[in-house]
C-alpha cells in the first residue's frame, strides 16, 4: 500500500518532481512565468498586517533586484471573475517582486481546492514562523469554523500537537483590548496565557493595566494571577519588602520637611519615629514646624 501523503507534510508536497528545465506535457506542477499583474492575492491569507510588514518587503525586494526570485510562488487557477491565478503561497515575495520593479514572476501552477489554499498558505507561513499567536490562532479556528474540521484534524494538518492548537485558540477568549496588546508587542504570548487563567474580562484587564504600568514580567503575571484566583495573601516576605520601601519613602519625606535626621520603623503591629535634633534652637525649630506653635 502506498503511503499516505497530506498537507502536513507542508509544501514539499507541492513543488514538481521534474527539474525546471525538463520538458512537460502541462504546465500543471511545472514552473513558469507569469505576469505579476494577473496575480491576486489569497483571500484566506491568515497572516494580518503589521508595522514591520513593509519594511520587510523592502529588504526583500532590494534582494529581489540583485538575485532575483529564488524560489517560485504557487498559484491556482481563479474560478469566476478577476486576475487568471489566485496566490496560494508566496505573497512577500509576489509583492517584493512588484516593488523591485518586476513585470513577470517563476510561479507554480496547482489545482486545489479552498480547503487547501487556506492550509498551505497557513503551513506555509507556520514552516517559516511568520504568523503571530493570534494569527495562528485565527487561522486554526478558520479551518475548524469553514470546514469543519476538529482539533485533531488541524494538528495533524499543520504537524503540531492537539494542546498546541488548542492554547492557541484559546488567546481569541481574550477581550479585544488584550489582543491588541498582544497584536502590538505590548506583551507577549507568556503575558497572554497567564491573563487567561482569570475567569473575568474585567480582572483581565485590570492585571492588563498593572503589567503596562508596573513593566511586570511573565512570571510577575503569572504570581499575581495566581494571587487573585487562590485568594493566598502575599507572601510575609514580599510584605516586608513593601513595607521597608514604603518606610524609606516616608522617612525621606520627613527629613525634608523637618530639615533633620528621622529615621522610621516599621514592626508588626506598628512602630516608631525618631527624630533628631542637636541644640535648643533645633528643637525649637522641630518644635514649631511639628505643632503649629512655640514651645
Same mark, same amino acid.
Given at each position: 500500500m502506498a503511503p499516505k501523503?497530506?498537507?502536513?507534510?507542508?509544501?514539499?508536497?507541492l513543488l514538481p518532481a521534474n527539474p525546471a528545465g525538463e520538458a512537460q506535457a502541462s504546465t500543471q506542477g511545472s514552473i513558469v512565468e507569469l505576469p505579476v499583474h494577473e496575480i491576486r492575492a489569497n483571500p484566506r491569507q491568515p497572516r494580518m498586517a503589521r508595522g514591520q510588514e513593509a519594511l520587510n518587503l523592502e529588504e526583500l525586494a532590494a534582494s529581489i533586484r540583485e538575485h532575483?526570485?529564488?524560489?517560485?510562488?504557487i498559484v491556482t487557477r481563479t474560478q469566476g471573475e478577476g486576475a487568471p491565478y489566485t496566490l496560494i503561497? @508566496?505573497?512577500r515575495r509576489w509583492r517584493a517582486a512588484q516593488l523591485a520593479g518586476l513585470t513577470h514572476i517563476p510561479a507554480?501552477?496547482?489545482?486545489?481546492?479552498?480547503r487547501e489554499q487556506l492550509e498551505l498558505a497557513l503551513i506555509e507561513n507556520i514552516q517559516r514562523s511568520d504568523l503571530s499567536p493570534l494569527e495562528e490562532a485565527n487561522a486554526y479556528q478558520q479551518l475548524i469554523n469553514?470546514? @469543519?474540521?476538529?482539533?485533531?484534524?488541524?494538528a495533524d494538518r499543520v504537524g503540531k500537537s492537539r494542546a498546541a492548537v488548542a492554547n492557541a485558540i484559546r488567546l481569541l477568549k481574550l477581550p479585544g483590548q488584550i489582543q491588541a496588546a498582544l497584536m502590538q508587542g505590548e506583551i507577549t504570548e507568556g503575558h497572554a496565557r497567564a491573563l487567561l487563567g482569570l475567569s473575568s474580562a474585567a480582572d483581565q484587564?485590570?492585571?492588563?493595566?498593572e503589567i503596562r504600568s508596573r513593566g511586570l514580567n511573565v512570571r510577575q503575571t503569572e504570581e499575581l494571577v495566581r494571587r487573585m484566583t487562590s485568594g493566598t495573601p502575599r507572601s510575609k516576605k514580599i510584605e516586608r519588602h513593601e513595607h521597608w520601601r514604603e518606610a524609606r &519613602?516616608? &522617612?525621606?519625606?520627613?527629613?525634608e520637611a523637618l530639615q533633620t535626621k528621622v529615621s522610621l520603623q516599621r514592626s508588626r503591629k506598628g512602630g516608631r519615629i525618631v527624630i533628631e535634633f542637636?541644640?535648643? &534652637? &533645633?528643637?525649637?525649630v522641630l518644635f514649631e514646624r511639628l505643632v503649629g506653635e512655640s514651645a
Open positions: 501523503i497530506g498537507l502536513g507534510r507542508g509544501l514539499d508536497a532575483g526570485v529564488l524560489q517560485p510562488i503561497a @508566496g505573497e507554480i501552477i496547482k489545482e486545489v481546492s479552498s469553514e470546514f @469543519g474540521m476538529t482539533q485533531e484534524l488541524v484587564l485590570a492585571v492588563l493595566q &519613602e516616608y &522617612e525621606a519625606r520627613l527629613r542637636y541644640s535648643d &534652637e &533645633e528643637f525649637q
